[in-house]
Nanobody, 119 residues
Framework: QVQLVESGGGLVQAGGSLRLSCAVS????????MGWYRQAPGKQRDLVVL???????NYAESVKGRFTISRDNAKNTVYLQMNSLKPEDTAVYSC?????????????WGQGTQVTVSS
């Protein structure tokens, strides 16, 4: 059974940094894309960034220049380095892994990790 296990969330002051990790267990297959979404209280879940198996990235405008995603295919792990954090970055961050199939994408989710940025 595929599981995505996140770590690295926490409380940080504005301007600080955090690094999130997401490790895949239960599968050695290379996912077509992996990434991070976030959901703030009372808001919908939004894409933060995705990275494909060939390294192509897609960042939300709000995090460009501050967040960096990286992927270790050998470890089936993805990282999110978050710098210059702002209070509006406060949210539950969830890891996502995708396999593209003819019948539609097969998606896996982590349990989420809380990131809180104080002003």
């Amino acid at each position: 059974q595929v599981q995505l296990v996140e770590s690295g969330g926490g409380l940080v002051q504005a301007g600080g940094s955090l690094r999130l990790s997401c490790a895949v267990s239960g599968s050695t297959r290379r996912f077509d894309a992996m990434g991070w979404y976030r959901q703030a209280p009372g808001k919908q879940r939004d894409l933060v960034v995705l990275i494909t198996s060939d390294g192509t990235t897609n960042y939300a405008e709000s995090v460009k220049g501050r967040f960096t995603i990286s992927r270790d295919n050998a470890k089936n792990t993805v990282y999110l380095q978050m710098n210059s954090l702002k209070p509006e970055d406060t949210a539950v961050y969830s890891c996502n892994a995708v396999l593209y199939r003819l019948g539609g994408p097969l998606m896996y989710w982590g349990q989420g990790t809380q990131v809180t940025v104080s002003s």
